[in-house]
């Protein structure tokens, strides 16, 4: 295998500025095709329930069933899944489990309220969601420890129902997905998947409740769906391929920073890997590192083309300005891989999740660190924050006027209210304006 | 006048639930000839920035312009209005501000961390957007006080520049908007609207600076266009239209009661108002003070339109219905005009914010009571909160690993990544296993 070729940046190049827009650049665009297919699926699901949904999985996913009751599993089949799981695998899930429910607690709101001098009460009461819906992709992008990253926050929020979707083309299961979702305690599972899936959880069926929110990844026809759905129900963000960011002061062994950015590479072709260091040196040593380890990784074929075709290796002045490059970026996964991280967490304004020293490997947080592992992609660390409890909870408004209050401020009120042209508004406050 | 004909229903009727989902049924349909334009004008904006904003603010605002620094508004023109309003409107709009920034002041999320017994640490970062758009509406619907909301939670929050955008069509300026703006900390003013002011936000053009998360209200137009852009920016949720649920024991003056339900209905002709009451003869009463007071109302034609064809006036068994009926609903505003308003709060689940007590005017809420008047609308209180300091927030997850704690997540972790088959995954964390 001839060595790897993949992007050098120096940020002293006159055009870095616009290489690095151009490497970070992404796109994803539902074509006027997948829109139209997926609007289809959305009107017949609304207008049709459970028989739309029941069509559309027995042609997609091979399958050759009757009714929405068979692509229901049990309880009793989720826990068996459970049950049946090697020792070492249960023990890994429940050790990671109880470290992700740990820090999400942690996340919990609560509502509050305070009193003025005239007895005036304001606050903000924070309740859960009724009812969530996650869906769970199938095949091979089908991962346990998102089950437990996507219920465990609903869980602690307190959300009453938790309804999981994952198609089962050809009637596929996944074993440890099943046992995930036991051990998360979702409450509901149908194998379905796919625009109809979202369509069933939106809208509702004769069998599928209607829910809240959906959350959860998935391919380019559940992106389109979901970004359909979105007022009708709640969505998460809509997630671009996964990245990471390497900063290293180039004192970390380069074979451990190699396999880090390989991590992220092995998801998929459209995953982003880049290191910036201000060690030249060193960066041609994780590239001999690469170079070295590729051959013995299993899935090879698909980290060559994410390195090639994403990666970058980026050589910059000192780490103020890998600072710079860091916050331009917004990446998913930040990894400062230095000798005193907290001296620098300060100044990133923008990442994901921040892995704090050389022993922090961001698989670690995907699995079991505690921090979910569904985060910003794409540069939206800008203005979104990792799933957490916050987003399985809403907030409302606590206005309780006393007598005294609401004739001073209906004063108030009443001037504003006129300055809009809006009296109906004026004249209900001005009905609590004691009279002298 | 005639009497107005509004919908009364009882929860005792057999076809109660389907006459509320018929009552309650909105859709706000961006049709295909919308999507078109507002496609075509993202699309032009994208590619050619300042001039196609020129262009389209020109033909759609019927000015006359030759750049867009022409379209900019000076600070020094923003403290000209606010030094220019008159003494009475000047002190209700700063109080207003002041009581707005009070209560924000408690939302402001704040960073933290915990440390395990091995020494791993874990957190919590918490940090402001660095720049946002606020899209203000011209004409009749542009309104001071939504400045003061949009614009002061971004404020509190610490967001670096806010952007405003607020067309003026034939060159008609609102000095009440630009008073609000200034008083608010506004950056920036472009007098730019519709769905070219969303795409210079969100792609930023020669003179407008690109915004990390657009909010604010407006047309279909502008709602089509930040769904388009979502994902490459934030946005807020899109708004439906105003309703309010008035919940009255039976006690409240009618005449209140009747206002309450004007305020929202003259807001526009698609407004709901909805009165829910045990008591028969109180429901009465108000319909009388509502046949009363219309002939006096300045905006009687909106509010006819509006209560003929989307108010009710429910009658319910009791209390506990009504906190049933409440949750069905979900309302933008709840006003619980009854004796003890704090022993029903604990049953309402949904309700973007609760007005408490007989005092307690929906209308002081919309002005100066110090919550945020940008509220969840159309049942989307379900799973959405008041816009509030979080949306101009995110949040970053802090994780540090001991060389201890390294070694022994990097365990878990290496079961659970190879159980997904992602090896590169499981390597990366068992390099930091240690070797005994």
Known sequence: MSDLSITRLDSQQDDFAAELDRLLAWESVSDGKVNQIVDEILGRVKAEGDAAVVEYTNRFDRLQVESMAELEMSQERLHNALDNLPAEQRQALETAAERVRGYHERQKGESWQYS???????????????????YVPGGKASYPSSVLMNAMPAKVAGVAEIIMVVPTPDGEVNELVLAAAALAGVDRVFC????????????????VPKVDKIVGPGNIFVATAKRAVFGAVGIDMIAGPSEILVVCD????PDWIAMDLFSQAEHDEDAQSILVSPDADFISAVEASINKLLPTM????????SLRERAALIKVKDMDEAM?????????????SVEDPESLVPKVRHAGAIFMGRYTAEALGDYCAGPNHVLPTSGTARFSSPLG?????????????????????GKVASVLARGESLTAHARSAEYRIKKD
Chains 1, 2 share one sequence.
């Open 116 to 134: 003025e001098a005239d007895g005036t009460m304001l606050g903000q009461k924070v309740t859960p969601m009724d009812r969530v819906g996650l």
């Open 192 to 207: 379905v998947g796919g625009a109809q899936a979202v369509a069933a959880l939106a809208y509702g069926t004769e069998t």
């Open 250 to 253: 180039g004192k970390t062994d």
């Open 298 to 305: 299993e899935r090879k074929s698909i980290i060559d083309v």
């Open 324 to 336: 710079e490059v860091t916050n331009r970026i917004a990446p998913e996964h930040l990894e400062l």
């Open 389 to 409: 409890v916050y987003d399985f909870q809403k907030r409302s408004s606590l206005i309780m006027f006393s007598a005294e209050g609401a004739s001073e401020m």
